[in-house]
């Protein structure tokens, strides 16, 4: 085979799956259509979920000083996103021009091979692996790995390919999105709603402004090249009464609210993940950031299935968690928009929701939901308040040092902590060694908000999500390492 995994995509999921498979010693190959990276901002900076991420994987310094800001919204109506206690703040006005560039660093400096100039034109799937037929520099050839998966955006190849059920809704408005120069705009982060349709308008680094044009009435077009700036100025000047016709245009783009999602992630050897899986109004740039997390969430399991300590069958978790994260991300997104791109028949909605929102219960549920950190998947039944959710930072005192249970996570690898030194629990969990990281520390102070209470161990996925918790978790240890990790060592 010429990879264990080929990723057909080198978008932020493309990279950050490439740089997760690494992580856990899997060969990947990632093709990519453009000889180069495009450098248009697209997605702009990261929810408190994804800061998180990059925090476990010791990567979030690679993006330098990002500003950050407890300001948020939802479907345009203003948010303290600072009711999250204990979470990161989220990252504002980071271009993903300058997420993959720093992604792709990363997965690189591990050794991921990315090819670029590579198109490809066919997969097939031979139930006992995946051929890829790829045009490149040096003409056609045909590339075969264990697994393929489609990180390719939304008019993913892959899917169409693969024979994957994409139902949902086509779009029914257009969207103009620009980034230029040369003109001084009152700043709009949030939007502003106006009789005619919705403006949003924010500074990006280097002097350039984003602006988002959503003229009501104005039907979607199906277009091969983007539109002309003239068109963007025009549908500005309407509802805003200014011209803009003057300034530079860095990059102009459209985009409608078209939404749907695959019904299924997995397809036998062919796996989607990003917006290969799924797609929707760029609401509160969710978009980006759910792909990265996709990634994050399928990566060690692949990887655990490539090199044989795990069963087939935990890929089955990718699709039953993440196809229902994705589920509610269209739900939200199609709700935001419904609230900031309708007419002023939507005010009394609008008005209900900003009394509800000024309730900290209602904030902090909109919040967890926008920023991803009300995620909660199944792992099992039990009474501790974390079962399934994010592991919070938690300072640690180790025999040899003060660290973090982030920094612990770097690896990528399974983490079990025993915050009591606790031999017979490390005994039980000394099989899964290979897997697993065993570490006695005691515990820093722990807030109300940690959920961690007088939790005395903790088990940690790969990606940061506690798989099992004592006391509260139903099943034993041995049970949910296996469940997670396969079965252990022979001896």
């Known amino acids: 085979m010429d990879a264990s995994v080929i990723v057909v995509g080198a978008g932020p999921a493309g990279m950050m799956l490439a740089g997760e498979l690494r992580l856990a010693g899997v060969d990947v190959v990632v093709l990519e259509r453009l000889a180069e990276r495009t450098g248009e901002s697209r997605g702009l900076g990261f929810t408190a979920r994804t800061m998180e991420i990059f925090d476990q994987r010791g990567i979030l310094g690679r993006f330098g000083d990002v500003e950050t800001s407890d300001l948020g919204h939802f479907g345009g109506l203003p948010i303290d996103f600072s009711v999250l206690e ?13 997420t993959e560039t720093h992604l792709e660093e990363w997965a690189t400096s591990l050794g991921a091979d990315i090819r670029r100039s590579h198109e490809v034109l066919e997969v ?156 929707h109004l760029p609401a509160g740039g969710q978009g980006m950031n759910t792909s990265i997390q996709d990634s994050v969430n399928l990566g060690w399991k692949l990887a655990a299935v490539v090199h044989g300590t795990a069963p087939e069958g935990l890929l089955d978790t990718y699709h039953s968690e993440r ?110 060694s290979d897997r697993v990281d065993i570490v006695t520390a005691e515990p820093g102070r722990r807030t109300a908000a940690s959920g961690l209470g007088d939790t005395t161990a903790v088990l940690i996925r790969p990606d940061g999500y506690i798989a099992w918790a004592a006391p509260g978790s139903h099943h034993d240890l041995p049970m949910a390492l296996e469940r997670w990790f396969g079965k252990p060592l022979a001896g």
């Not at 929102?357 to 039990?382: C, F, K, R, W």
């Not at 040899?400 to 770097?410: I, K, Y």
Request: charged residues 25%; glycine residues 12%.
């Open 323 to 432: 196809h229902r994260v994705g589920k509610r991300l269209l739900m939200n997104t199609q709700a935001q928009g419904l609230l900031f791109l309708s007419g002023p028949e939507v005010q009394p909605l609008r008005d209900v929701l900003s009394e509800l929102i000024e309730y900290p219960e209602v904030a902090t549920h909109l919040t967890a939901m926008v920023s991803g950190l009300e995620i909660t998947y199944d792992v099992g039944t039990g009474t501790h308040p974390l079962l399934g959710k994010r592991m919070p930072n938690l300072e640690l005192t180790t025999a040899r040092r003060v660290t973090t249970s982030t920094e612990l996570l770097h690896s990528a690898r399974g983490l079990l902590l025993d915050l009591t030194d606790n031999p017979r629990l490390r005994a039980r969990a000394a099989g899964w």
């Open 124 to 279: 097939t799937d031979g139930g006992d692996g995946v051929r890829v037929k790829v045009r490149g520099p040096k003409g056609e050839q045909t590339l075969r790995a264990a697994y393929l998966v489609g990180c390719d955006g939304g008019r993913s190849m892959v899917r169409k390919a693969a024979g994957f059920d994409f139902p949902g809704t086509a779009a029914t408005m257009e969207m103009f999105l620009a980034d230029i120069k040369g003109v001084e705009l009152k700043t709009r982060m949030i939007g502003e709603t106006l009789p005619g349709g919705m403006v949003m308008v924010g500074p990006l680094p280097g002097g350039t402004t984003r602006i988002i044009v959503c003229e009501r009435g104005n039907p979607p077009q199906r277009r091969d090249t983007p539109p002309p700036w003239q068109e963007v100025a025009d549908a500005w000047k309407r509802l805003t009464g200014d011209d803009i016709s003057h300034a530079e245009p860095v990059w102009v783009s459209a985009f409608g609210n078209a939404t749907r999602q695959v019904t299924e992630y997995r397809r036998g050897r062919i796996i989607l993940a990003g917006d290969a899986a799924h797609i």
């Open 86 to 98: 204990g979470a990161q703040q989220a990252a504002k006005s980071v271009p993903q021009s300058a």
